[in-house]
């Protein structure tokens, strides 16, 4: 009852607050250089064939990738260490292999998938010989001696690491901001947050700096800055991707929560890293090569937030969740019903879970040297006296709340509800979804906040945390502008299920047009021509103003289009679709 209060009027405050900073704080909004390399708008998937068919060399690819970072990093302030001498002697090591080979395409594209692609991955994610800081200053000097498990799996396959990226301090906020690098912004707008704590590798993709990128995810950290940035993020299936190689580490029942996934610009390359992410586990995901034939789908849809945590979800999403799921009726036949889950509205307790972990972060946050006051410390930060971020020291501020007042000790009748609903929410949620279900659901409910007012908008990440509690895969989809801001929905299936939530992701694609640049093109016309013909091999035509016999929307993939394109404030037909039995 006392959480449930405290969560409501958190709500009521972080609305108002919310809002208030954003119109204070105005807007940067401004338009990153242009692109001008055609290799930097090809997805990892054709720029890797290209490759195997030695059409295009891996220094060409990895050159194009590490001029355009070294330019939008004056912009985004995402890159907190670099290897490019390195990664460019190692991509003339790959041509050289390339030059010398028996291997066939075919057996290229089997044992080394990503062969000569760059990648990034963040901050907190170990890469050998290169910084594992997770933006905590008593971290700054640690270099990594060897590579997480994951970063392994890619090299394996064949992709070159070229750079680390920014994240808040030891992951703990949605904005990416610490005291050790700084803050890192939206590509779209220099005044607003690109998320976290996947920021800097949102921003740094979203602006063409990285083709390929691992993240990680526990509360939304994949989602939430795919959705502020305008791309795919994939969260899957818990436990099959390895989640060693991470600080702060992942343990005590953490690992429930925890997995590594990719954000990416095409659904296509969500596929391509999961697979070479999981590695020998890829066999885990059910039949994740396997075509998805749509018309089997059950659709699911929920419009709002359906808890006590989040404000309002904007009518503009909840619009497009509704267009979307009938989208699936109208192509396919598929049935459309509105659900309805008993369970979700006991998210509140289901945080006492997450904060009864036995690892402090009172104590993470100094190396575990000692114990911080984060009440104290939040004084100190107010008047600019701590060494310690705000949104870090309000996690381990609520850390401490909540073990004193809902841990396994003070309160167990308490904690044992918690555990008990979570069961019922996942079997509710899994007996629904079946194997042929997915739900379309909030990612977020507004567009990204200015850098100030994500302190007033922490509890909007019980949308995209929820399916981390479920356990179960989650895919983000960028759908549209709405004042010249990104906002997706996103998508969950029953665990291990992934394929079709990357599916529907696949064909809603192709309804809104995919990743949303934040940028102008400015290629030769003959690169142009080349491009256009590239691109209509994957995008379907569709009219300019309206929904297609399809059921298609106008592609918003240009900054260009920004008040022009998919404004979902003005949704077409989902204001006129008829309400489903609800389930």
Known sequence: MMLSVLFRALKTLNATGGDIVNYLAGSAQRCLPPVTNEILLLSATELASRIRKREISSEEVVRAFIDRARVVQFYLNAIIDERFDDAIRDAQAIDEFLKTTSLSEEELAKQKPLLGLPFTTKDSVQVSGMKWSSGCLRRKDIISDEDAPVVKNFRKAGAIPIALTNVPELLLWFATSNK?????????????TPGGSSGGEAALTAACGSPLSICSDIGGSIRMPAFYCGLFGHKPTHEVVDYGGTFPEIRDGLEKLFSFGPISRYVDDLILSLKAMAGENASKFKDLDKPVDLRKLRVFFIADANNSMSTKVEPYIGEVIRQAAYHFERKFGCPVHRAEFKYFRYISLWYTLLFSNNQHVSSLITENTHKINPFFELCKSAIGQSNYSPSALTVAAAQEATQATCSPESQPELYQRSRDTLEEARKEFNSLMGDDGILIYVTLPRTAPTHYA???????????????????????VPTGL???????????????????????????????GGWIKPFQVALDEEVKKLHRINMDKTRPSSSPTALSAEGELPSSNSFESVNSTVNASTPTEAKNLPEPTPV
């Open 482 to 512: 709405h004042e010249g801001l990104p906002f997706g929905i996103q998508i969950a299936a029953a665990p291990f299920n992934d394929r079709l939530t990357i599916a529907a992701a696949k064909e809603l694609e192709r309804l809104y």
């Open 454 to 476: 994500s302190l007033f908008e922490f509890t909007n990440v019980c949308c995209p945390m929820v399916m981390n509690y479920l356990g179960v895969p989650s895919t983000q």
């Open 180 to 192: 050790l690098y700084g803050t890192t912004n939206n590509p779209f707008d220099l005044s607003r």
